[in-house]
T-cell receptor, first 115, second 115 residues
């Protein structure tokens, strides 16, 4: 079975632009979470979606938004990019909303660089 | 506020020896999960070991074991017989059992294995 797939793997954007990151969970997993990992730091929680509904939101501005599709894939959108948005964006999937005691499987992330 | 602290930015160990990575956390909750994740250069977060707070017995997974001290809010990871493939960033993470879906992460410890 394929793991969690994220695309693109790398991208470079200019300040003020908008970006869309994509995540395909493991087949059968209904929950997707997004994390931002700035270089040299641990990940920070952005969103969790379960059964296409937002279940949790971290302390991020409204420029960050996400959605989950009927096939459980997800998109993270960031508007009006700032230099500080440069980070590795990680997607994690789990069978249910509660991750089954840490049953989150992570993708390899999208490295976003804002110039 | 719930926080996770890893006080060792970097640790090094000779191949085949034992190393312990430290983690402390702050919470007012009584029922939660603790995790150690490994992040190699491939960037994917890989679950190493997990501990449920209500279990007094320390978790063990092959060469990896934890020392969970609930009263002291300490959760250290011991790696025995260190191998070159263990070289990576190690992150300690915490999650409340039921009411919160997000993982809260420490800043990570870079583990270097000397051949």
């Amino acid at each position: 079975d394929a793991g969690v797939t994220q695309s693109p793997t790398h991208l470079i954007k200019t300040r003020g632009q908008q970006v869309t990151l994509r995540c395909s969970p493991i087949s059968g997993h209904k929950s997707v979470s997004w994390y931002q990992q700035v270089l040299g730091q641990g990940p920070q929680f952005i969103f969790q979606y379960y059964e296409k509904e937002e279940r949790g939101r971290g302390n991020f501005p409204d420029r960050f938004s996400a959605r989950q599709f009927p096939n459980y894939s997800s998109e993270l959108n960031v508007n009006a990019l700032l230099l500080g948005d440069s980070a590795l964006y990680l997607c994690a999937s789990s069978p249910t909303g509660q991750g089954l005691v840490g049953g989150y499987t992570f993708g390899s992330g999208t490295r976003l660089t804002v110039v | 506020a719930q926080t996770v602290t890893q006080s060792q930015p970097e640790m090094s160990v000779q191949e085949a020896e034992t190393v312990t990575l430290s983690c402390t956390y702050d919470t007012s909750e009584s029922d939660y999960y603790l995790f150690w994740y490994k992040q190699p250069p491939s960037r994917q977060m890989i679950l190493v070991i997990r501990q449920e707070a209500y279990k007094q017995q320390n978790a063990t997974e092959n060469r990896f074991s934890v020392n969970f001290q609930k009263a002291a809010k300490s959760f250290s990871l011991k790696i025995s017989d260190s191998q070159l493939g263990d070289a990576a960033m190690y992150f300690c993470a915490y999650r409340v059992r039921d009411s919160n879906y997000q993982l809260i992460w420490g800043a990570g410890t870079k583990l270097i294995i000397k051949p």
